[in-house]
């Protein structure tokens, strides 16, 4: 949509470092075009100053002033000709993105259990029977029905459970409802949690 005589920010140009506004990035390009090299060291240094005054905070930080410098020649993309006070290679590795983290993506059955789950039921699948098995399927059970209540907003079926984790543990885990008891769940903890994420 184009209407005469609005200014919309889709349409300018893009912001290098947003954090200063449109106004500091128009100083910075009127310093870059200015025609002798004292009118742009003046120039730059008065932007300095405006700069430091938007972030009085940061003058704390140790090497502030090299920051600032640094982030003019991000802002005039290296094209300032002036008399820099400190050495702005470092600028040149601020202004290089790194490269994107691989999310590691896995498709697994039921997504509310979670991928660790998951890696529960193909460890208990391996174990030999005993009291270490026994325990950690106890406790895989519980976190099961943890997040099985808090993910279908406060039903958790204990049949469900039993039927899931011996259905993903190939039939070897196999729970007994007349013996095995559920660990009780703070059912306050999981409404606090759902209050905090409205």
Known sequence: MNIEGLDYNTQREHLILPEYGR?????????VGLPTKEERQRCAETIISIMERMFPQ???VSE??????DHLALMSDFKLDIDWPFDISQAQKMASKPTPLEYPMQQ?????YGKMIFELF?????MEPGPERDEL??????HMKRDLYQWSHGSADNEKVVS???RFTDGIIQLDLDTF?????NEREFSEKRKKKK
């Open 181 to 185: 008891v559920f660990e009780k769940i």
């Open 137 to 142: 399927a106890r406790l895989t059970a519980n």
């Open 164 to 166: 899931d984790i011996a």
């Open 58 to 60: 940061t003058r704390e």
């Open 122 to 126: 193909e460890k208990l699948k391996t």
């Open 23 to 31: 106004e500091v990035q128009k100083m910075v390009n009127h310093a």
């Open 108 to 112: 697994i059955p039921v997504r509310h």
């Open 64 to 69: 502030h002033k090299r920051k600032l410098w």
